[in-house]
Nanobody
Framework: VQLQASGGGLVQPGGSLRLSCAAS????????MNWYRQAPGKQRELVAG???????AYADSVKGRFTISRDSAQRTVYLQMNNLKPEDTAVYYC???????????????WGQGTLVTVSS
């Protein structure tokens, strides 16, 4: 099972980016899917989370600017980032609680990270 993140890049302040993270492999069920970020010299922090039932949660610093969503197959999670600020610069990681079979408990999987740089 793999989580493949994409969509990072360089964007000017006020711009937008859309990150994607797709789960591949034989999967029984995917629970919550989340986006974290880690800026240079800082700890990794939760940016946005989305349960399989549709409940969302956001860090205060991104509320009103970022939107997390999932596709209908529940295997891909997106992070739409609008009005980006220099302080949003970080490596963004997707995270998911994945259950491989009905008889195995779910565990956490991480994507490889995608760099977002907000700079003029």
């Amino acid at each position: 099972v793999q989580l493949q993140a994409s969509g990072g890049g360089l964007v000017q302040p006020g711009g937008s980016l859309r990150l994607s993270c797709a789960a591949s492999g034989i999967i029984f069920r995917i629970g919550p899917m989340n986006w974290y970020r880690q800026a240079p010299g800082k700890q990794r922090e939760l940016v946005a989370g989305l349960t399989s039932s549709g409940t969302t949660a956001y860090a205060d610093s991104v509320k009103g600017r970022f939107t997390i969503s999932r596709d209908s197959a529940q295997r891909t999670v997106y992070l739409q980032m609008n009005n980006l600020k220099p302080e949003d610069t970080a490596v963004y990681y997707c995270h998911a609680e994945i259950r491989l079979t009905s008889s195995i408990n779910s565990r956490a999987y991480w994507g490889q990270g995608t760099l977002v740089t907000v700079s003029s």
